[in-house]
């Protein structure tokens, strides 16, 4: 079945300094792979997202490139933030008759920026 | 906090008893989503609806139903089947056409306890 793996499962950098996560899916008709990040206690919202014809997308210090040959996503964030830190998690949709929207999402990666 | 909105916040279940989770947005969305988050753990599709008076289970339906009478409305029930239904739940929903298809909402959560 459908399946998205995420690494690292926890990361720690140093404020000021850069952070990838990366996942891998499984079936080869997704086309849309949103990033969700999730402060303790509270509700997933959508961070950046990119759809299957595209390679990257920025918005300020995020970025997401996709690599469709190989099956994998990454975020990168760029001059990390105290107010970073939270659990990001990865997602990935794939196409059905009807386009059910079922998202299928990795395990997650705290994020802790030390200040 | 407007859009989707989840009651109660916090829930206690007792041994046998069944639960309802209520879910409500003011989006106009057609598709709503049910997920149960456990600690360090990503989301998992407890089940999901695209339109009224019809559903579809997701990965991990057994113990728990759903009901779609109404488009703004999507309330679930943790029935006794479920044998360890602590956990964080989530409510979502997104539109199933046009460029914002999929992206889904997220409500606040509700937090189950078994007493």
């Known amino acids: 079945g459908e399946n998205v793996e995420q690494h690292p499962s926890t990361l720690s950098v140093q404020e000021g300094d850069s952070a990838v996560i990366k996942c891998t899916y499984s079936d080869s008709a997704s086309n849309y792979f949103p990033w969700y990040k999730q402060e303790l206690g509270k509700r997933p919202q959508l961070i950046i997202d990119i759809r299957s014809n595209v390679g990257e997308k920025k918005d300020q210090r995020i970025a997401v490139t996709l690599n469709k040959t190989a099956k994998h996503f990454s975020l990168h964030i760029t001059e990390t933030q105290p107010e970073d830190s939270a659990v990001y998690f990865c997602a990935a949709v794939r196409p059905k008759p009807g386009n059910t929207g079922k998202l299928i999402f990795g395990q997650g990666t705290t994020l802790q920026v030390k200040p | 906090d407007g859009g989707i909105t989840q009651s109660p916040k916090y829930l206690f279940r007792k041994e046998g008893q069944n639960v309802t989770l209520s879910c409500e947005q003011n989006?106009?969305?057609?598709?709503m989503y049910w997920y149960r988050q456990d600690p360090g753990q990503g989301l998992r599709l407890i089940y999901y609806s695209q339109i009224v008076n019809d559903f579809q289970k997701g990965d991990i339906a057994e113990g728990y139903s759903v009901s779609r009478e109404k488009k703004e409305s999507f309330p679930l029930t943790v029935t006794s089947a479920q044998k360890n239904p602590t956990a964080f739940y989530l409510c979502a929903s997104s539109i199933v056409r046009g460029l914002a298809k999929n992206i889904q909402y997220f409500g606040a959560g509700t937090r189950l306890s078994v007493l």
């Open positions: 989006l106009n969305h057609d598709a």
